[in-house]
C-alpha cells in the first residue's frame, strides 16, 4: 500500500500494478495488461474473471459470487475480479490452473454480447382439465405447433393428470422434445461441446439465463489411437469397427465431461435439452460415426459440411437424456472445421474493419484472414509438436512442466506447479528456441551451436549447451534433467514453417502485405498461453509490433457457446462458413517453396 | 344378343342390362346401377372396375390390363370392365369375391379427381465427383434442403461411389429418408391404410403415378380381445401390457397384408416410403401404442386428434423400411375418428350443395352432416350386431353367409358362394327383419309373432317360424339349419334404434327437417353391401327416396389413399376436422329419449 493507492500483483506472470483504493481488480488486471477472462465485461454475469485470493485484503463477497462460483471454488479463496476491490497490497493467481484442461477450459475470449434466443423454449401450460363441454385432446389442448413424436405423446395423458395438468412444454426447433410436471420454465441447460483431437472441452450452460454455469475438459479418449486426426482416420480404415471404436471413446471423453459438471452444478441431467459441438472436420465426422477416410485422401472431401442435428440417442451419448438435441456447427472443408467457424462467431473476426488474421494453433494450425470483408481460410498440418507429443520430452501444460524460458545473465525457467521440472511443453519449447536464436546459439538451419557462439551469449546459456554420445542438447534443469535435443528443434522448426507458410498464401491470396495486418489473433488453449514475442522471434508470425497480438482463448468452444445460445449466432456460422474462400494448400503451388522459405531460423530484427 | 344389341348380366345380384355393342361393360353396369369401383372415371388408370367374366365373349384384352391386372387375376378371368365390351350376350362376376375381406378391401368410391402431390418427392441426382477444385462435401454437393440424419448421411459416401455419383434421394416432407443408386425416380410407393375395429385394409399405391396397384384386408388381429373398441380399451387397463399386446397385434396385421400386396405386385419393401392411417380414435391410439383409457370414461377425452407422424420402425411395423414415414390422418373426437374424416375427403360431402348425410355402420355407427356448408358429426355404439357378433348364427360376409333375404310366395335366400347357408351376415339380417316387419310378422316391439300373422302373410314365411324349448325363430335355411333369434332381431332393433337416434340429434342440432335430405351416402364396406330400401324398411334411415341413397364403398379406406396422394388433400383432412362441430351424444339430453322412440320397428310408410 502506497500514497498512490495500492499494488497488486499477479500471478503466475509477476506482472503488479499500482491502482487506486476503490478500483476493481478487473480494471487493475486490464491495466496491468494481465489476459483476464470477462464475456460480460464485468457485470458479475458471465463468472468468468475467476482468481485465486493469494495474499492481501479486499472487498466483501457480493451476491454475483455466491451464485457464480461453486462452493469448492469460494473455500479455496477465488473471487470474481469484477466483484472485489483490493483493500490493501494483494496477490492474486490467474492461472495457469491446477490442470491444463481445467486452465483449457476457462479460458474465454474477452467480451462479446449477443441476444439470449436458444434453439430450446420452454412454456407453462396452466390447462383446464377436460369436460363434457371441453373434450378436446389432450394434446391438441396444449396449443403447441410443434412435432410431437409417438413415444412422448404417449406418455402425456399420465403426466397431465399426474400434474393436475399444470405443465412445462420443452420445444427444440420444432419438436417438443419433453413435458415436465408443474412450472419449469427456469431450469433450461445446454452443453458446448469444443472436440479438440487432444483435447475435448465442454461448457454447461444456463439457457433460460445465457450464462455458462461450469467447464471442464479432458484428454480425448480416442488419443490412444494416434496423436493427430491421419492417424484416426488411419485407424478407422485399418481396423473393423475402428469407426465405431473411435465415435465410442470421443462419445465417452464427453459423457465423463458432462457428468462431472452437472454433478458440480447439481443440474439434473433430464434438464439439459441440447448439446453443440464444434471440432475439425475429422472430429465431427468421428463423433457422428461417419467415415472421414476421403478426407484423409485427395481430393479431401468430407461428407459432410454443413451443419448436423438430431437426438442424443443416436449419438449414444449417456450424460443428457436421449431426447436431447444436438447440432454440430458447419464445417468448412476437410481441414478447416466447426471449431474454426466457432473461432469467427467467437471473435466476431468477419465484422472488424481491416485486415486482421486469427490463427488457431494446434496439431492443425487452422487460420482465417478477414481482409475488408473478404474472408479467407486454410489449414496447415504442424504436427503434434505443440501437444509435446514429438518432442523428446515433451508434455502437455501440467504441473512440472517447463512453460517458460528467459534466457540472460541467469536462466529464467518457470515450471507449473512451481515443483520440480518433468519435461517442457510447448509454450517452453518455442520460449527456449525464441531465446536461442535471439541469441544466435543456433544458426539458421536450427543447428545447436556447440561451438562459435557470439561472444555476447550469457555463461549461464554455453554451459547449458552439452553434447554427448546421444547427441547436442540444451538443458533447461538438473535432478532430474530436462532438456531441448537437437531433434526437438528441428521439429519445431517444421511446424513453425507449415504455419508461416499458410500466413504467407493466405496473404497472397487475399494481395496485402504482412504490413497491413490490423492485429493477429492467437485463438485455442495453446495459442492463449504462448509469448507473442517468442512467437515473432521464431518467426511463426509475420513482423507486427507485438501489443497486435492478442490471445482470444478457447475461441472455438466460446463460439459453441454463443451458437447455442443463439440462433442467430448459429444462423450467422451457417452463413459465415458458406462465405468464406477456403485456400486448399494441398492443391496449391506456392506451398512447397513457401514451406522451404520459412523453414529458416533467423534472427528476427529488432529482436 | 338381340336386335337392340347385347345383353349382360351382373352376378351375383342377377341385374339384367341390354346395351348396344360397342358399349363398354362399365358403361353398361352403370346404365344398370350396378355398384362398380371406377376412380378414374373408366380410363383405365385405376384398375378398380375389374370383374370376372362368367360367361359369353367380349373384346380382347388390352395394354392398360396388361399393366393393372395382376397374372393370377388374367388367369381366372377378370377383366377391366372399363376396357371391354360385349362380343355377345354376357356374365359378369362383380362379388361379392371369393372373401368378404376381399370385397371390402376393393370397395371404392366412384370418381374422385385431385392433384398427385404426395409428401415424398424423389429426385435423380447426376453429379460431379469431387475434385482438388471441387472439395464440396458430399452431402453439400446434393444440394439438398432436407433434414439428413446421422444414419443415412453414414452411408452416404459409399453409396455416392458405388453409384458414380448418379443417384436417386427421397424427401419426405423436409427429411430425407433413403438414397438410391441411379435414377429410381420412377419407383415411389406408399401404403394406405384403414385400421377398422374388425377389418383392417390397405391399399399398396403408386404414388409417381397415382394409381392403387393392389389391395387387401385381413382381421384385425386384436378381435381376439373383443369385438368392440370397449373390450379393447378394457383389456389395455386390467392387462399388465396389454397396450402393448394390442398395438403387437394390429400391427401384425397391417404387416401380413403389407407383405401379400407386395408379394402380389413384386413392388419391392424398399421403395415404399410412406404410410398413411386412417380407423377410429380407439384404432389410432393402439396402433400408436398410446393409452386410449380416457375415450373410455366421461369427458372422454383422447390424447391426440390431430394428425401424427414418425417413421415406421417407432412403430414396429416390419413390411415397409424403418425409415419411411407413418402419418394418421387426424380424429375429431374420441369416438369420430380419422376414418370418418377420411370419408369426409373421399366423398367431398363439405363440398355438396344443400344437406347431405354420411353413415359409416359399423361398431360404432359415425355420422357426418352437411348442411348447407356447417358440418356436424357424432358417433353412436351400435354394437357388434353388423358384424355378426352378438348374433347366435352372425358371420362375417364369408362364403356360407345369407347376405340377401327377400321374402313372397317364395323365399328368396342368397347365400355368398352359392354353398349351402352356414349363418347370417349383416345384410342377409337386415333383409330378414325388413321383410319380417314389411309382412307385419314381427310387432312393433319387435316380437316374432307366433300367431296372428296377417291374413297376407305368404305360406312360405309362415312355415318358417318355428317354436320349441329353445324360444321362437325365423328358419332361413335347413340342413344346416341357419335360423334368425328373437335375439337377433332385438340386438338389431339397439343398433337400429342408436344409429337412427343419432341422425335425429344431428338434423336437430343444424335444425334441418329428414325431409330437407338432399342424399344419403352410406360409407364402409358393410353399408355399401346393404340394401337400401331394408335400411329404410327398418326405419334405420330417414324415409327418403331409395335413389337418394348411395353407397360409397370404403370411403375411409379412399380418404387415407387421397391424403397419400396429395399434400392439398391432407392439408383438406386436417382443415375439416377442425372445423366439424362434433356433437357429443354421452353429453346430450336428447339421446335417451330419441333412441327410445327409435326402438320401435314399423311398417314404414309405402311399404
Given at each position: 500500500m502506497t500514497d498512490e493507492g495500492v499494488r497488486v500483483t499477479f500471478r503466475p506472470s509477476g506482472t503488479e500494478i499500482a491502482v487506486p483504493l476503490g478500483t476493481s481488480l478487473l480494471e487493475a488486471a486490464r491495466r496491468a495488461g494481465v489476459q483476464v477472462e470477462a464475456v460480460c465485461g464485468g457485470?458479475?454475469?458471465?463468472?468468468?474473471c475467476a482468481a485465486r485470493l493469494a495474499g492481501g485484503r479486499v472487498t466483501e463477497a457480493t451476491a454475483a459470487e455466491e451464485e457464480l462460483l461453486t462452493p469448492r471454488q469460494r473455500e479455496a479463496g477465488y473471487v470474481l475480479l469484477c466483484q472485489r476491490q483490493a483493500l490493501d497490497d494483494v496477490e492474486l493467481d490467474t492461472g495457469p490452473g491446477e490442470t491444463a484442461g481445467d486452465r483449457h477450459a476457462k479460458d474465454y475470449c474477452g467480451e462479446t454480447a449477443f441476444a439470449v434466443d436458444p434453439f430450446v423454449r420452454k412454456t407453462f401450460h396452466r390447462l383446464d382439465p377436460p369436460s363434457l363441454t371441453d373434450q378436446r385432446a389432450d394434446l391438441d389442448r396444449l396449443g403447441l405447433a410443434a412435432r410431437v413424436d409417438v413415444e412422448l405423446a404417449g406418455r402425456l395423458p399420465t403426466l397431465l393428470r399426474q400434474a393436475a395438468f399444470q405443465v412445462t412444454s420443452v420445444v427444440a426447433d420444432d419438436t417438443l422434445i419433453a413435458m415436465e410436471e408443474g412450472d419449469t420454465t427456469g431450469e433450461a441447460f445446454g452443453v458446448a461441446v469444443d472436440v479438440g483431437t487432444t483435447t475435448v472441452a465442454a461448457y454447461l450452460t444456463d439457457l433460460a439465463r445465457g450464462r455458462v454455469l461450469a467447464s471442464g475438459s479432458a484428454a480425448n479418449g480416442q488419443a490412444a489411437y494416434g496423436a493427430d486426426v491421419i492417424t484416426r482416420i488411419t485407424h478407422t480404415m485399418e481396423t473393423p469397427d475402428g469407426l465405431t471404436q473411435l465415435q465410442k471413446l470421443v462419445r465417452r471423453t464427453v459423457d465423463e465431461i458432462v457428468v462431472r459438471l452437472l454433478a458440480e452444478t447439481g443440474v439434473p441431467s433430464d434438464r439439459v435439452y441440447m448439446v453443440t459441438f464444434v471440432g475439425n472436420t475429422v472430429m465431427t465426422h468421428l463423433l457422428l460415426g461417419i467415415t472421414p477416410r476421403h478426407i484423409a485422401a485427395t481430393p479431401f472431401s468430407p461428407v459432410f459440411c454443413r451443419p448436423m442435428q438430431g437426438r442424443c440417442a443416436e449419438l449414444g451419448l449417456e450424460s443428457v437424456p436421449g431426447r436431447a438435441v444436438w447440432r454440430t456447427l458447419p464445417n468448412v472443408a476437410g481441414f478447416v472445421g466447426a471449431d474454426t467457424v466457432g473461432v469467427m462467431l467467437a471473435t466476431g473476426i468477419h465484422d472488424r474493419p481491416g485486415v486482421w488474421l486469427a490463427v488457431d494453433i494446434g496439431t492443425n494450425g487452422e487460420m482465417v484472414l478477414n481482409c475488408h470483408g473478404r474472408i479467407y481460410t486454410c489449414s496447415t498440418a504442424a504436427g503434434p509438436v505443440f501437444e509435446g507429443a514429438s518432442v523428446r520430452q515433451g508434455m502437455r501444460a501440467e504441473p512440472g512442466a517447463v512453460y517458460r524460458v528467459r534466457l540472460g545473465e541467469k536462466a529464467d525457467i518457470g515450471v507449473i506447479g512451481d515443483t520440480a521440472a518433468r519435461g517442457i511443453c510447448g509454450s517452453g519449447l518455442i520460449d527456449a528456441v525464441a531465446e536461442l536464436v535471439r541469441l544466435e546459439a543456433v544458426n539458421k538451419n536450427g543447428r545447436l551451436k556447440k561451438t562459435d557462439l557470439p561472444p555476447g551469449c550469457p555463461a549461464a546459456v554455453r554451459e547449458r549447451i552439452v553434447t554427448d554420445g546421444t547427441g547436442t542438447r540444451f538443458v533447461?534443469?538438473?535432478?532430474?534433467e530436462v532438456a531441448l535435443t537437437q531433434g526437438d528443434i528441428s521439429q519445431l522448426q517444421l511446424a513453425k514453417a507449415a504455419i508461416r507458410a499458410g500466413i504467407g498464401i493466405l496473404l497472397a491470396e487475399a494481395g496485402v502485405g504482412a504490413s497491413e495486418l490490423d492485429g493477429i489473433l492467437l485463438a485455442g488453449a495453446f495459442g492463449s498461453n504462448l509469448d507473442p514475442v517468442s512467437l515473432l522471434g521464431i518467426g511463426m508470425l509475420p513482423p507486427i509490433d507485438p501489443a497486435r497480438i492478442r490471445a482470444v482463448g478457447n475461441a472455438a468452444g466460446v463460439g459453441a457457446i454463443m451458437a447455442l445460445l443463439s440462433r442467430e449466432q448459429f444462423a450467422l456460422a451457417v452463413d459465415l462458413a458458406r462465405r468464406v474462400r477456403h485456400v486448399e494448400l494441398s492443391a496449391d503451388r506456392r506451398f512447397n517453396s513457401e514451406f522451404a522459405h520459412w523453414l529458416v531460423l533467423e534472427k528476427q530484427p529488432g529482436f
Open positions: 457485470q458479475g454475469i458471465c463468472g468468468k533447461l534443469a538438473r535432478d532430474p
